[in-house]
């Protein structure tokens, strides 16, 4: 890591053309804001903080940034040159250091790149070393200008080339290099005689050259390193090429995707060798998977830790819970928050649970409603069954100890226990709490009247 680089990262702008009310470096890419993967670049390069230039909810950007930076205030937003000046404070020393300038909205730039950047640099002692690509499409991007002699010249930004220039398909990635000292004195003598009537960064290009010193350019293999979050369109792109990077090092840990293009997840999620994961799944923030398991299609999980070997289900929706090594949920199965599903626990089609703790081996295996519960060791709950949680005021608690049986369509009114080992015959309402190894039984007794249907049949016929 060079000793003598400073950062400075741009994210004082809005972001107009997202049309939000978010500024533009808090949208988030695979779950995190897009100026967190800036970060992590800076911090990859440099041990020292960046200075982030904040302006536009600058306490929002803050406090997303917390202590990970320094920060410099732009209070109005002149231009990507002004912008940079208000470092000026916070790197006074800095006159002999490189200083690296980052865009807070090109968050797909590898460090791999940037260390090419910073090699340039030295070894052709550039004041100027810049990064470009060569896009598709070169869009809105500052145009490179080049002399006969390929010599980078000057960055014509977009809104200001003509024609000809316009046609250029090498850009500016926003991405640069300079010397400290050069860096601060020019910027005070940019001038704003161009379309958007703003002080360019990229301007000093030239102006370095004028006065004889060595600019020096990078074309970036991969131009999606350098893609510029400035519209929703090119927000999506983002977020699919971290996507793809995420899947791609997870296939080389041992994860098998039988579809990667159609699954949804985010950077922060972890999963083991010899997963498989099914077609249109999505995991989401801190969720973690353990190795061996089987994520069937349309799973959806959110801050979910899940063990070894476990088997999710078609359709399950798991939230803020945790799943043990060879449990098994779904399909169509309900995790809210505060489940905790023990080992070897199976929660099977169209069950609901909410603040449950299921202890090993434990199955609701059909259609039922578990809340606020502390389901016990091999516990096992009957299709149907509810616990009745809520008497319009309170949350309460249901307790199965080990061992019980539930049977089907049972209805648990909390606050109740049912005793180690107890049963509750089909069809009850559990009001009173239930000794251990008793049978509790709610339901009245059957009647059977013989010969009725046949009664009731012979008299519609006569009525005809
Ligand atoms: C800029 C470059 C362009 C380059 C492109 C690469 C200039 C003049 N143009 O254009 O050559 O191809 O990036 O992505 O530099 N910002 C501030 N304060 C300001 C203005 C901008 O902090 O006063 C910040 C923005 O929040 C953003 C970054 O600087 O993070 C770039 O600004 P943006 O307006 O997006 O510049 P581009 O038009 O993309
Ligand atoms: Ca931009």
């Known amino acids: 890591m060079p000793q003598n680089l400073e950062v400075i990262i741009l994210a004082a702008g809005l972001g107009t053309r997202m049309k939000s009310a978010t500024v533009k470096v808090l949208h988030r890419a695979a779950g995190r804001p897009i100026i967190e993967y800036v970060l992590d670049l800076a911090a990859d390069v440099s041990d020292q903080p960046p200075v982030v230039i904040v302006g536009h909810q600058r306490e929002a950007v803050q406090k997303t940034i917390g202590n990970r930076a320094r920060f410099a205030v732009q209070e109005q937003q002149l231009g990507t040159g002004h912008a940079v000046l208000q470092a000026a404070g916070a790197l006074e020393g800095a006159k002999d250091r490189r200083i690296l300038i980052l865009s807070g909205d090109v968050p797909l730039t590898r460090p791999a790149t940037l260390k090419k950047l910073i090699e340039r640099h030295e070894l052709e002692r550039n004041a100027l070393t810049l990064l470009t690509m060569k896009p598709d499409d070169p869009a809105m991007y500052g145009r490179i200008v080049r002399d006969k002699d390929d010599a980078v010249v000057k960055i014509v930004e977009a809104k200001d080339a003509n024609a000809e220039e316009k046609k250029i398909g090498e850009v500016n990635a926003g991405i640069y290099i300079f010397n400290g000292e050069d860096l601060f004195k020019n910027l005070r003598n940019l ?57 791609d090092r997870l296939m080389s840990e041992g994860v098998t995707f039988r579809n990667p293009a159609t699954v949804v997840i985010d950077s922060t999620v972890t999963i083991g060798a010899d997963t498989v994961v099914y077609p ?33 289900k078609t359709g399950t929706v798991a939230d803020d819970s945790t799943i043990e090594d060879e449990a098994s949920v779904g399909p169509y199965a309900h995790l809210r928050p505060g489940t905790h599903l023990g080992k070897h626990v199976k929660v099977g089609n169209f069950v609901e649970t909410k603040k449950a703790v299921f202890g090993e081996g434990a199955k609701a295996s059909h259609l ?20 009745c949680n809520y008497d319009g005021v309170n949350k309460n608690k249901t307790i199965l100890e080990d061992g019980v049986f539930i049977g089907s369509d049972t209805q648990l009114v909390a606050p109740v226990r049912v005793g180690q080992g107890a049963y509750v015959g089909a069809g009850s309402t559990i009001t009173k709490d239930v000794p251990a190894d008793a049978l509790a039984l709610s339901r009245t007794p059957q009647k059977v009247i013989p010969g009725w249907a046949t009664r009731r049949r012979e008299g519609l016929k006569k009525r005809e």
């Open 191 to 247: 001038s704003t005689n161009n379309a958007q009537g703003e002080y360019y960064l990229t301007d000093l290009l030239a102006v370095l050259r004028s006065q004889g010193q060595r600019v020096g350019a990078v074309v970036a293999d991969d131009p999606a390193e350098a893609i510029g979050v400035n519209s929703r369109s090119e927000l999506a792109t983002v977020e699919s090429v971290i996507q793809q990077r995420v899947v």
């Open 280 to 312: 249109f799944v999505t995991l989401e923030g801190m969720t973690r998977i353990g190795e061996g398991c089987v994520v069937e299609p349309g799973v959806h999980l959110i801050n979910t830790k899940v063990g070894d070997d476990v088997h999710l």
């Open 368 to 387: 039922s409603y578990i809340g606020d519960a502390e389901i016990g060791k091999d516990v096992n709950i009957g299709a149907g069954t509810i616990t």
